[in-house]
């Protein structure tokens, strides 16, 4: 499955892959981070439910120093 | 009686409000945010490093949420769409949290802000809940239409984003001060202290800044400035000046009892 994230392409070799196991997959795990699938905002608490489709555009973002 | 900032139903003790961003590191960040007293923080939503990240101390050890009233930007958004995006990803991130900063650019090079862009954002962010700091131009009309919109506190600039060139139309800041029912806060374009102080003595509720502090030779130090220059100005704000005359008939010491 090839999913677009932060504006590159990765391949992921998994079926009935959702959010949880992507940013699990990321090492992503505990950190704090907001993640939108598609231009809609995937809420954490929806991460294990929501599963991910091929061709899927997600931006994963958090808090950085800014004015 | 204590003279609080209130924003949003929320109160503050501090009147200036401070970026987080072009600091050494993290440790310089959080020194100069703890002697400016700065309660209320501004961050930039930015995508996730992957596979870069694992471990690094981030932004958010070194000024834990639970301490400051984080304020997510939009910096870096030229379209209302970008902008909406960004603190909806912002609102998650902080786990619901409504107090945002809205700004909207309109050119790279002067970082002016495209007002039809930002009111257009403004609109769908108060209708979608959040509470809108707006950074805006300086226009009277504007900065009441923002109002009208519902936005929490508008925020013009001084002058340019990062210039430093302080307050260069005290005159509108004060039409738009005099106009207002929201708090009015300057953002943008104080290079030093008494830039600040001016701010404040023309009325401002607040000063929202973060070059002028991460870019002075000692920030820290820089930041304690600002502080007593907020604190000063709106002392001197409350207590009413005294009028400007071209001079005065009035000596400061008694006419009698000089001797001859």
């Not at chain 1, 994230?5 to 009935?16: E, H, L, M």
């Not at chain 1, 892959?17 to 981070?33: M, N």
């Not at chain 2, 100069?32 to 690094?56: F, K, L, M, W």
Request: aromatic residues 4%; charged residues 20%; glycine residues 8%.
């Amino acid at each position: 499955m090839l999913l677009i994230i932060n504006g590159k392409a990765r391949s992921f070799d998994a079926t009935n892959f959702s959010v949880a196991h992507l940013v699990k997959s990321l090492d992503l795990e505990g950190k704090r981070l907001a993640i939108e699938c598609n231009g809609e905002i995937v809420p954490r608490s929806q991460f294990a439910d929501t599963q991910l489709a091929d061709g899927d555009k997600l931006e994963i973002v958090g808090a950085v120093g800014g004015g | 009686m204590s003279d609080l900032l209130k924003i949003a139903d929320k109160t503050y003790h501090s009147r200036l409000l401070v970026g987080t961003g072009k600091y050494q590191d993290f440790a310089q960040t959080r020194a100069a945010i703890d002697a400016s007293g700065a309660e209320i923080i501004t961050v930039a939503i930015r995508r996730t490093n992957i596979g870069q990240t694992a471990g690094e101390p981030s932004l958010l050890d070194f000024l834990p949420p639970e301490e400051f009233t984080y304020l997510p930007n939009t910096a870096g958004c030229y379209s209302a769409d970008e902008a909406v995006r960004t603190l909806r990803l912002a609102r998650e991130l902080l786990d619901g949290h409504k107090l945002v900063k809205l700004e909207v650019l309109g050119d790279p090079n002067t970082l002016y802000p495209n007002m039809i862009e930002t009111i257009a954002a403004a609109k769908t962010l108060v209708k979608d809940g959040f509470d809108v700091m707006v950074y805006c131009s300086d226009d009277p009309i504007i900065a009441k239409q923002l109002e009208e919109i519902g936005c929490c506190a508008v925020m013009p600039l001084a002058s340019l984003i990062g210039s430093g060139m302080g307050i260069l139309n005290p005159w509108n800041l004060q039409i738009i001060i005099a106009n207002a029912n929201i708090p009015v806060l300057v953002d943008a374009g104080v290079g030093t202290a008494s830039d600040a102080a001016i701010a404040m003595e023309l009325g401002c509720q607040g000063v929202l800044m973060n070059t002028a502090i991460a870019a002075a030779r000692d920030p820290v130090l820089m930041a304690g400035a600002m502080k007593k220059a907020v604190e000063a100005g709106r002392d001197a704000y409350l207590a009413g000046r005294m009028p400007k005359k071209l001079y005065s008939a009035s000596p400061s010491s008694p006419t009698a009892g000089l001797i001859a």
